[in-house]
C-alpha cells in the first residue's frame, strides 16, 4: 500500500510539473480580450496582403488551430494590413491556387507520422488512386509549393506546422530545420539573439516567457541556414531524451528560399501565450516579413 501511495505521489508530481494548459473555448469573450492586446497597425505601411492560412491536419490536433485562425483573422480586422483565407485540401497548394497569394501560414497542420508527409496523406484521404499514384501526385504537390516559395512566395510556420513535410530533406532546407522531439511542457524563456533586430522589437529587449513545449530539431536545422531570433538555453529544459549538440536552441528564426521568404515560430502550444500582445506583434511582424514588407537582415548565420 505504501508504494502505491508513493507511485501515486510521483505521477501527481510530475503531472503537476508538466504544466499543461487546459482547452481555452473560444467565446466572444476571448476574442474580444485578444482584440484589445492586438496590435492597432502594422509597423510597415504596405498595400493590403493575401494570406493562406492552411489548418487542415492528418496526424496530432493542436487544439489551438482554431485559435490560430481567429486570432490571425483579428490581426487581419483590426489592422487592415492583409485578408484571410482558410485552406483545408489539397487543392489549396494547387499551382492556379497559390498564385492569389503573398504568402502561405501553415497552422499546426500536422501530418501522422512516422511518415509525416502531409501531401501524400491530404490526397490519400480523398481519392481511390493507387500508392504510386498518390506518391507521384504528392511529389508534384511539393515540389509546387517550393517552386511558389522560391520564385517569391512566403511562408509562416507556427509551432508543429515544422512537420509538413518532416522526412524530406529538401523541404527541411526551404523550413530551416525538421522536428526531432519535444520534452513536457514548461515554462520557458526566449532570449532574443539580438536585441537591434527589427524582428524581435516586440520584445523590447526583455525576451519572452511562456509556458509552452520546448522542441529540438534536426536535419536542416545544423546546417543554421536562416537567421535566429529567439533561442532557449539548453541546461534549463527540463526532460530531455538525448543530447543536443548545442548549448543553445533556437526557436524562432526567418530566412531566404530563393526570392522567397520563412519564418518560424516555436512559440506557442497553447493560446494562453497570445494573451501576452509581445507574442501578437511578433506574429504581425513576421507575417509582414514573409510579404515582403518588413526589410532586415535574413542572411544565414550558417555553421559554427
Not at 487581419?76 to 499551382?95: L, N, Y
Not at 491556387?97 to 500536422?110: E, I, P, Q
Not at 509525416?116 to 504528392?138: C, G, H, M, P, Y
Not at 543553445?248 to 512559440?267: E, H, N, T
Amino acid at each position: 500500500m505504501k508504494n502505491l501511495l508513493l507511485l501515486v505521489l510521483v505521477l501527481f508530481t510530475y503531472s503537476a510539473s508538466a504544466q499543461s494548459f487546459d482547452e481555452v473555448k473560444i467565446t466572444k469573450n476571448w476574442k474580444s480580450k485578444i482584440e484589445d492586446i492586438a496590435p492597432a497597425k502594422a509597423r510597415i505601411k504596405a498595400p493590403k496582403r493575401k494570406l493562406l492560412v492552411f489548418s487542415q491536419h492528418t496526424g496530432f490536433y493542436h487544439w489551438t488551430i482554431p485559435h490560430n485562425d481567429e486570432m490571425l483573422k483579428i490581426l487581419a480586422q483590426k489592422t487592415g494590413a492583409f485578408d484571410v483565407f482558410i485552406g483545408h485540401d489539397i487543392e489549396s497548394f494547387s499551382a492556379s491556387n497559390l498564385k492569389k497569394y503573398d504568402a502561405v501560414v501553415f497552422n499546426n497542420c500536422n501530418p501522422a507520422g512516422p511518415d509525416r508527409d502531409l501531401f501524400t496523406q491530404l490526397i490519400k484521404n480523398n481519392s481511390s488512386l493507387s500508392e504510386d499514384e498518390v506518391k507521384a501526385l504528392a511529389n508534384e504537390y511539393e515540389k509546387g509549393f517550393m517552386n511558389y516559395i522560391k520564385s517569391g512566395g512566403g511562408l509562416m510556420i507556427m509551432h508543429g506546422a515544422l512537420t509538413v513535410q518532416n522526412n524530406s530533406e529538401e523541404f527541411s532546407k526551404l523550413t530551416g530545420g525538421s522536428f526531432d522531439y519535444h520534452p513536457k511542457q514548461q515554462e520557458i524563456h526566449l532570449i532574443e539573439v539580438d536585441k537591434a533586430h527589427p524582428m524581435v522589437q516586440a520584445f523590447n529587449g526583455n525576451g519572452f516567457t511562456h509556458v509552452d513545449e520546448p522542441y529540438f530539431f534536426k536535419n536542416a536545422y545544423w546546417d543554421y541556414n536562416f537567421r535566429p531570433l529567439l533561442y532557449a538555453e539548453v541546461d534549463k529544459i527540463e526532460g530531455q531524451r538525448k543530447e543536443f549538440n548545442s548549448d543553445i536552441v533556437y526557436l524562432a528564426w526567418i530566412k531566404k528560399y530563393g526570392k522567397g521568404r520563412v519564418f518560424y515560430s516555436s512559440p506557442s502550444h497553447n493560446a494562453q501565450s497570445f494573451e501576452q500582445p509581445e507574442l501578437l506583434q511578433f506574429f504581425l511582424d513576421g507575417i509582414q516579413y514573409v510579404t515582403g514588407d518588413l526589410k532586415c537582415d535574413d542572411s544565414p548565420i550558417g555553421k559554427p
